[in-house]
């Protein structure tokens, strides 16, 4: 059986893990993303877990042929090229992805968006696993997506698809303050990012007068206590969520909705808020969409993007590319 690995490389973190054909992570370790000191420092990083974990493979026996990364930006898959991306890692857009990986690990190398490859590792072995499309929606500091389609990921002509987060939504208009639209995080306004995501919630939480809690996990405790304020703006947000999701769903009509990130798990009073707001928008053929939590947690990346790495030719341990 062969064995490759998949990287998750966001702005805070690197994790990875030696995942065998079948997606079993074998071995798996993480690394802080040295964000704000450049791209070099980001691949080195990268390059350095990786030969940690082809060590580890090596010392139980096992070849690693090929490496797959789920990255954060927006990625040419093809060209394995960051085409743009948000300051989150300082100077990440044009860095040369798989092709410096590559020339530092000797793997060939393939990589994707990450939030394509969580989508990829839930279609393959997670919630969505057997269906020959999956919508899936992370909601979480930001709000991204996927659709999966007999499992390949649409990316789109520029491989911007997916960007679930900035469509726009009328939960994102209110009148005072902001004006006629919400501001969002890529710079326009009334997009369902800047109410449905977690600083959104939060956000929303003080415009209505709440101050109890300092961040996005207090307004989830509070709220969770019956807090008043508190669970208007978890609604708010989970509503806004789920208009998204039904919309999004009608579009595309998938055989599945795969809901993940934080948000998701952050208890019934936002599940069944964003569920009940989703089947409200939807055509009557798609009422029986499976609405469903993701299963594989923060391993989901790491398994899509071995996924991918399966799909490369593989190359023999002391063979450079």
């Not at 450049?38 to 490496?67: C, E, M, N, Q, Y």
């Not at 997916?162 to 997009?191: K, Q, R």
């Not at 808020?273 to 469903?292: C, D, F, H, S, W």
Request: charged share 15%.
């Amino acid at each position: 059986m062969r064995h490759v690995i998949g990287l998750d490389l966001g702005g805070t973190k690197t994790s990875g893990g030696v995942v065998d054909g079948e997606g079993r992570i074998l071995f798996s370790s993480t690394v802080a993303t040295p964000a704000q000191a450049g791209p070099d420092a980001v691949l080195s990083a990268a390059a350095d877990l990786t030969a940690s974990l082809r060590a580890d493979a090596r010392d139980s026996g096992l070849a690693v042929d090929a490496l797959g990364i789920g990255a954060a930006g927006v990625i040419d898959s093809g060209r394995g090229v960051v085409v743009s991306a948000t300051d989150a890692i300082r100077g990440w857009g044009g860095t040369r992805l798989t092709a410096e990986l590559t020339r530092r690990t000797g793997l060939p190398a393939t990589a994707i968006n990450d939030v394509h490859a969580h989508a990829l590792g839930e279609s393959w072995l997670g919630a969505g696993a057997g269906m020959p499309s999956v919508l899936f929606i992370g909601v979480g500091t930001g709000v991204g997506g996927s659709y999966v389609l007999d499992g390949e990921c649409l990316e789109g002509s520029s491989f911007t698809a997916g960007h679930v987060g900035h469509i726009a939504s009328p939960f994102a208009y209110e009148t005072g303050t902001f004006g006629s639209g919400l501001p969002c995080s890529c710079g326009g306004t009334g997009h369902v990012e800047a109410v449905a995501s977690g600083p959104g919630i939060f956000s929303l939480f003080t415009r209505l007068g709440g101050v109890q809690a300092e961040d996005t996990r207090g307004v989830y405790r509070l709220a969770a206590e019956g807090h008043p304020v508190a669970a208007e703006a978890l609604r708010r947000g989970a509503a806004a969520a789920g208009s998204a999701v039904g919309g999004l769903a009608n579009v595309l009509d998938p055989h599945a909705v795969i809901v993940g990130g934080g948000l998701a798990f952050a208890g019934p009073l936002w599940w069944n808020t964003m569920e009940q707001a989703a089947r409200n928008e939807l055509l009557r053929p798609l009422a029986g969409l499976p609405i469903v939590p993701a299963q594989l947690g923060e391993t989901a990346a790491i398994r899509g993007a071995a996924r991918r790495a399966l799909a490369l030719n593989p190359v023999s341990e002391g063979q450079h590319v």
